[in-house]
């Protein structure tokens, strides 16, 4: 089965603190992506990866950015933590060229 | 890019059917329907890659319409199991750098009751 790992479910943070996201997947996935979920606007895709060391942006990737030094580990980072960057954020992994994306349990990140 | 989906929300009771659209104002090459059940990771339905084609999963169904740039998921029969958000996602394609990636909808909250 395909796991993919998130390093916390919950996380509390001050505002102007530097955040980091972990995400590990255990599938030899290509493609790794960030999402964060707020009520009413869905699953919105902030960046994904589609290889070692590439990214690309996705709808909102304004306040965040990415690393991706190996191919299981995909890492999101909030530069200077703001507290409208309070939300569920969703990692998920697939092949490349496959269509199913399987998603981490989630981290509900709270900025004070 | 990002899909609208309709109803927002639906409360069901056991037994009762609902449809979910998905529409998007861009043309749709795939739709891909997931469901997340309250507290867990958003899980993969199904995938339908042509116009017109529908398709089946248990009591829990699809159809896409390119014309119209909509799909819709139709439940049947629903039971308690039935119950989470439901986001459809359509398929984007990079042509640089031949990456696939997929805009998610607003998603679907639905309840299905005793």
């Known amino acids: 089965d395909v796991k993919v790992t998130q390093s916390s479910r919950y996380l509390v943070k001050r505002t102007g603190e530097k955040v980091f996201l972990e995400c590990v997947q255990d599938?030899?996935?290509?493609?790794m992506f960030w999402y964060r979920q707020d009520p009413g606007l869905g699953l919105r895709l902030i960046y994904f990866?589609?290889?070692?060391?590439?990214?690309e942006k996705g709808d909102i990737p304004e306040g965040y950015s990415v690393s991706r030094e190996k191919k299981e580990r995909f890492s999101l980072i909030l530069e200077s933590a703001s507290t409208n960057q309070t939300s569920m954020y969703l990692c998920?992994?697939?092949?490349?060229?496959?269509?199913?994306?399987?998603f981490g349990p989630g981290t509900r990140l709270t900025v004070l | 890019q990002q899909p609208v989906q309709s109803p927002q929300a639906v409360i069901l009771r056991e037994g009762e059917d609902a449809v979910i659209n998905c529409s998007s104002s861009?043309?749709?090459?795939?739709v891909h329907w997931y469901r997340q059940k309250h507290g867990e990771a958003p899980v993969f339905l199904m995938i339908?890659?042509?116009?017109?084609e529908q398709k089946g999963h248990e009591k829990i169904s699809a159809s896409f319409n390119e014309k119209k740039q909509q799909s819709s998921l139709y439940l049947t029969a629903s039971q308690l199991s039935y119950s989470g958000t439901y986001f459809c996602?359509?398929?984007?394609?990079?042509?640089?750098?031949?990456?696939?990636?997929?805009?998610f909808g607003t998603g679907t909250r639905l309840t299905v009751i005793p």
């Open positions: 996602g359509t398929g984007a394609y990079r042509v640089q750098t031949g990456a696939n990636n997929l805009f």
């Open positions: 339908l890659l042509k116009g017109g």
């Open positions: 599938m030899d996935h290509e493609n």
């Open positions: 998920a992994s697939k092949r490349q060229g496959g269509d199913t994306q399987y």
């Open positions: 861009k043309a749709l090459y795939s």
């Open positions: 990866s589609y290889d070692v060391k590439m990214k």
